[in-house]
Structure formats: structure tokens, C-alpha cells
């Protein structure tokens, strides 16, 4: 039973366009969202995080939206560059010894 | 400053062997995760280790166990191997185990079992 759903499996986007990655969840009891990255060959890499208490948080080129009636997580990559190319996992926090709960993951792929 | 180091890199065990890896955690860290992440799979947490306790498990058996040590560091123990525990095993650290302490991932073991 998913918990965390990403019903994307790739994207590709251009150059220079927007990326928007999406994510939903089944608990509203959720108080703590992350969005990492992962390359191949490398552990994910923490990008960006929202508490249940926000709709919105920005970082740069990031962006994370949560529509809690809808149970709705997603992030906008402005603007989109080969570097971002890459899985995207999105994940919660339930409690602080608790570990992350983990999507299956969205392959991010941006086309020249 | 190191990020967070694993050992081995790869390794391929039969089954129903034993498997022990290694984790080292970024410099001025004291929490350790673990996770298990398979094939076309995000990463499942296996447990939390702070101050030298488990502190949450995650729905794992008991044949996966682990252990921190005074410097931080942990191993993950696997008995009784079998073809499922296949995966890539990722070590996470942080400066706490708060909800709001970002976990920083190590490059993960690759473990394969025969």
C-alpha cells in the first residue's frame, strides 16, 4: 500500500522550460515533505522541504507547492537545465525518529 | 569535509550467508539511518540509530540488525540472506533525529545475493 504515490514514471521537458513533478499522499496526517535527487552511482541529495503548515516554500530555481485538500505535493524546476536530469524522489516525515517514507521516483529528463 | 562514506562499494554473497556493511557519518553528525532500495523502487527505511540505540525500525525482519558505535559510525547487519535482499543499502546521517534534521545520503552498497 503506497503511501506516497508519484504516477509519473519519466518527464521530459526542454531546456529552459518548466519541470513540474508531482507527487500525492494518502495521510493527512503527513506533517513534513521532502523532495531529493538522485544521479546514478550517487546516494539522493536533499533539494527542498515543506512543513504540513505551509503551501508553499522556495529555494532559487525550486519551488514546492502543497495543496493539503487535495494531498497534493509538487515541485517546479525554473528554468529546466541538463544538470537537473536525474530521479526525483518525493517523501515524508512523519515524527522525528521516524525515517522518510520514499515515492517510487520520476525520472526527470531535459532535452537540449 | 567528508560526506557520508560506505563500505563495501559492491558485494555479491549466496544464500543464506551473513553480510555486514559499513557506515560513516558526515562530520558532526550522531544519527544514523538505514535504508534498502530496490530495483525501480524509492528507498524503505530500515532503522534509526541514535546514541548508540535503535530508536524506530521500520517494517524489516528481524534478521536485519544494526549497531552504532562512540564515533557515530553504524553497521547493518543481514543474516540469513536471501534472493530478495537484493538492493542498494543507503546510509543516511543527520545532526538529530528531529523531524526537521535533514538526512544526507551516503552513495549506498550494492549488494547481490546468489
Known amino acids: 500500500d503506497q503511501q506516497v504515490k508519484q504516477n509519473s514514471p519519466s518527464l521530459s521537458v526542454q531546456e529552459g522550460r518548466i519541470s513540474i513533478l508531482n507527487c500525492d499522499y494518502t495521510n493527512s496526517m503527513f506533517d513534513y515533505f521532502l523532495w531529493y535527487k538522485k544521479y546514478p552511482a550517487e546516494g539522493p541529495t536533499f533539494l527542498i522541504s515543506?512543513?504540513?503548515?505551509?503551501d508553499k516554500n522556495e529555494d532559487g530555481r525550486f519551488t514546492v507547492f502543497l495543496n493539503k485538500s487535495a494531498k497534493h505535493l509538487s515541485l517546479h524546476i525554473v528554468p529546466s537545465q541538463p544538470g537537473d536530469s536525474a530521479v526525483y524522489f518525493c517523501?515524508?516525515?512523519?515524527?522525528?525518529?521516524?525515517?522518510?517514507?520514499f515515492g517510487k521516483g520520476t525520472h526527470l529528463i531535459i532535452q537540449p | 569535509d567528508a560526506g557520508v562514506t560506505q563500505s563495501p562499494t559492491h558485494l555479491i554473497k549466496t544464500r543464506g550467508q551473513q553480510v555486514t556493511l559499513r557506515c560513516s557519518p558526515k562530520s558532526g553528525h550522531d544519527t544514523v539511518s538505514w535504508y534498502q532500495q530496490a530495483l525501480g523502487q524509492g528507498p524503505q527505511f530500515i532503522f534509526q540509530y541514535y546514541e548508540e540505540e535503535e530508536r524506530q525500525r521500520g517494517n524489516f525482519p528481524d534478521r536485519f540488525s544494526g549497531h552504532q558505535f562512540p564515533n557515530y559510525s553504524s553497521e547493518l547487519n543481514v543474516n540469513a540472506l536471501l534472493l530478495g535482499d537484493s538492493a542498494l543499502y543507503l546510509c543516511?546521517?543527520?545532526?538529530?533525529?528531529?523531524?526537521?534534521?535533514?538526512?544526507?545520503f551516503g552513495p549506498g552498497t550494492r549488494l547481490t545475493v546468489l
Open positions: 517523501a515524508y516525515r512523519l515524527g522525528g525518529a521516524d525515517g522518510l517514507t
Open positions: 543516511a546521517s543527520s545532526t538529530g533525529p528531529r523531524t526537521t534534521d535533514t538526512q544526507y
Open positions: 515543506i512543513s504540513s503548515i505551509k
